[in-house]
């Protein structure tokens, strides 16, 4: 039998000494094969066939990790090519539309896949909600994840500045604008001990404005530290997920679907290989379509009316029309994300896991929907229907007319707004209990409150926007320290 070239190359002692295993169809061998594989050996040797249903998992995953590593690597292509100069950063991501061979392709690559990944964290978490695959024992793994999609948010966030035009100069001063609000240590928060030059914005900013520090602490934060933060992150996940295993299906009756143990390799990682390449194609393809926004250079001098956030951060924009900047812009984000950290340890119904489905865990599901589509539904409200002086713009209606910037509201009186609190949140945690006591019986006092707090916080948020809309009430409870 004649010996080609690569069979010759598969047997000598350099490739041997590199792959220690074959790839022939033995089960042992492939065993061995993911054993003593670094990027394989992330996988464990069996997992249950129901788990890699793609109706189940929907792979998104996989394919969050592969934006990752895309990034990366488009990243540091980049890197070759631009200076974190504010004198030459705009001319240098003009040169790479123009200049730079594929340059426009690059950066339309990295750019959408960047927005790709914000929106795969965004449904991962919820597909895992949805699966109940955060119980016990992954509850420590979801703390991890919603870690991981904070630091996604500001991997986007810090990347946004680098261009140095328009759209992210004020893209960036309205996100860091939100830090001044920032209790006690926010030049105008409530309870403030801190002047505009040593508050919470003037750290993130180098300065009191975007300019030349904040570019260079940007360009730092995207391309070294965040990327290593969930570069560790990710890894900690994937090593949970591998020592808690998958979660496994289950059909609507309660009974597990293709319960059995089935080989990862090649099983798994042939349809990782397939959801990659079908990944990348669409991306590719939607780069050569779509260019990357490119305004014109970066003006302070010239305020784009409006001045918009970027798209994942409207909602807190939006919420800053119905309540004062510390609450919409601090104390609601800090809210959100550590609710979602507490969820695995505050949700005392163990069953549900591997369903999609209501019957099993309908409160749960319910409240978990509602604050995830009110957040979509905030972010749409502010790209489509918020035009000059962020006045409200129906679809039909022209920005060539503005409405008044600032409309006729009032605020409730003193005693009266400390009441409708009081009642609002006394009502609303006393009542439930007393009225549903078999659906909160497995939990403690404590937790109880949390999950009361957390909800009505959550609740108050549409409630304040129909007494916006409809009655023109601005603060419900007026301070001279702070206002709700």
């Known amino acids: 039998m004649k010996t080609t070239l690569g069979d010759r190359i598969v047997r000598s002692e350099l490739y041997k000494s590199i792959f220690r295993h074959g790839y022939t169809g033995s089960r042992r061998n492939r065993y061995l094969t993911l054993l003593t594989n670094f990027f394989l050996h992330l996988h464990p040797l069996e997992t249950p066939g129901g788990a890699l249903r793609f109706s189940y998992t929907w792979g998104l995953g996989g394919i969050t990790f592969l934006l990752f590593c895309l990034l990366t690597v488009t990243g540091v292509l980049l890197m070759f090519y631009y200076v974190p100069d504010s004198r030459r950063a705009y001319d240098d991501t003009k040169d ?35 699966t109940g695959s955060y119980k016990k024992p992954r509850q420590f793994n979801w703390a991890v994840g919603v870690i991981l999609l904070v630091t996604t948010l500001l991997l986007s966030f810090s990347g946004y500045l680098l261009p140095w035009d328009q759209i992210a100069f004020w893209a960036i001063t309205v996100g860091t604008n939100m830090a001044t609000a920032t209790p006690f240590l926010g030049a105008e928060g409530p309870f403030s001990f801190v002047t505009y030059e040593n508050d919470m914005r003037f750290l993130i900013l180098g300065g009191r404005f975007v300019g030349q520090n904040a570019l260079l602490r940007f360009y730092v934060l995207h391309c070294l530290a965040l990327p290593l933060i969930a570069a560790v992150f990710i890894g900690v996940h994937f090593w949970r997920v591998r020592k808690d295993r998958f979660s496994v299906p289950l059909d609507p009756g309660g009974e597990k679907i293709s ?20 990944t990348i194609l669409l991306l590719v393809g939607w780069s050569l379509v779509v260019d990357a926004p490119l305004e014109e250079i970066a003006n302070p001098n010239n305020t784009p009316n409006p001045a918009k956030a970027p798209w994942y951060f409207l909602g807190l924009q939006e919420m800053l029309v119905y309540f004062d900047p510390w609450i919409a812009g601090v104390m609601l984000p800090l809210m959100i994300v550590a609710g979602l ?144």
């Open 96 to 130: 790479l539309e123009f200049v730079v061979p594929f340059g426009l392709f690059l950066r339309n690559l990295h750019r959408w896949a960047g927005h790709a990944m914000v929106i795969t964290v965004w449904l991962h978490m919820l597909r895992v909600f949805l």
């Open 259 to 278: 319960a059995a143990k089935i080989d990862v390799w090649p099983h798994l990682v042939s349809r990782e290989f397939l959801a990659m390449i079908v």
């Open 341 to 484: 950290v507490m969820i695995p340890y505050l949700d005392p119904n163990p069953g549900g896991v591997g369903i999609y489905g209501y019957r099993h865990r309908v409160y749960t599901i319910s409240v978990f929907l509602l604050g995830f589509f009110m957040w979509v539904i905030l972010i749409f409200m502010g790209q489509f229907f918020r035009g000059p002086g962020w006045g409200w713009y129906w679809p039909w209606e022209t920005w060539v007319v503005p409405k008044p910037i600032y409309a006729k509201t009032w605020d409730f009186p003193g005693p009266l707004g400390l009441a409708a609190l009081l009642m609002f949140f006394g009502i609303g945690i006393y009542s439930p209990r007393k009225l549903k006591p078999k659906l909160f019986a497995g939990l403690s006092t404590g937790k109880y409150v949390t999950i009361m707090i957390l909800l009505l916080s959550m609740i108050a948020l549409p409630v304040k926007i129909l007494l916006r809309l409809i009655f023109d009430v601005h603060y419900v409870w007026v301070t001279p320290w702070f206002k709700i």
